[in-house]
Antibody, heavy 121, light 107 residues
Framework: EVQLLESGGGLVQPGGSLRLSCAAS????????MSWVRQAPGKGLEWVSA????????YYADSVKGRFTISRDNSKNTLYLQMNSLRAEDTAIYYC??????????????WGQGTLVTVSS | DIQMTQSPSSLSASVGDRVTITCRAS??????LNWYQQKPGKAPNLLIF???SLQSGVPSRFSGSGSGTDFTLTISSLQPEDFATYYC?????????FGGGTKVEIK
């Protein structure tokens, strides 16, 4: 059974940093691209970032480019999102999601339960 | 970036109704279109991938169609558990983008 378990969310001040983790199990982690998708309170879904399974290529939404860094440790079956220079508009539930194959041309077939990030003074 | 526009943004329907939700892409995305269902307080759940393929375990009352720029999600006979918000998403190119969502409410 595929499981994705996010952690690391919490309250942080504007300009601060936070590191999210997503522990994966139930599939060959290194074979699949992974992604972060967020949802601001009462709003729709917004793709944040993705990372390839094979070559580790990374992709970002313009809204987080230069501030967020996605990475993965295939030996630990864990996905990360390092978030720096956080802004109030980054407040959201952050979901870890598995892609069916590569980053493009596929779909999010499994999602974690999400972790809440609140950016406020 | 490819913009995804869903309509309507919300609808009210009764159990047993046929419901259709549309999604339009700002440029051709071939069949790289996926649909998700999200219930309050829960993560999204994949319903349809590649425009018309039903995800394993999803009831057959859900179906998808379309290609190019225009797509539809149809629920043939709405059930109580189908009241939720539905999102389309394109995977043709990055940035991956979602539609704004369609909230299906009980009439």
């Amino acid at each position: 059974e595929v499981q994705l378990l996010e952690s690391g969310g919490g309250l942080v001040q504007p300009g601060g940093s936070l590191r999210l983790s997503c522990a994966a199990s139930g599939f060959t982690f290194s074979s699949y691209a992974m992604s972060w998708v967020r949802q601001a309170p009462g709003k729709g879904l917004e793709w944040v970032s993705a990372i390839s399974g094979s070559d580790g290529g990374t992709y970002y939404a313009d809204s987080v480019k230069g501030r967020f860094t996605i990475s993965r440790d295939n030996s630990k079956n864990t996905l990360y999102l390092q978030m720096n220079s956080l802004r109030a508009e980054d407040t959201a539930i952050y979901y870890c999601a598995k892609l069916r194959g590569a980053v493009g041309g596929t779909w999010f077939d499994y999602w974690g339960q999400g972790t809440l990030v609140t950016v406020s003074s | 970036d490819i913009q995804m526009t869903q309509s309507p943004s919300s609808l009210s329907a009764s159990v047993g109704d046929r419901v259709t939700i549309t999604c339009r892409a700002s440029q051709s995305i071939a069949s790289y279109l996926n649909w998700y269902q999200q219930k309050p307080g829960k993560a999204p759940n994949l319903l349809i991938f590649a425009a018309s393929s039903l995800q394993s375990g999803v009831p057959s009352r859900f179906s998808g169609s379309g290609s190019g720029t225009d797509f539809t999600l149809t629920i043939s006979s709405l059930q109580p558990e189908d009241f939720a918000t539905y999102y389309c998403q394109q995977s043709y190119s990055t940035p991956l983008t979602f539609g704004g969502g369609t909230k299906v409410e009980i009439k």
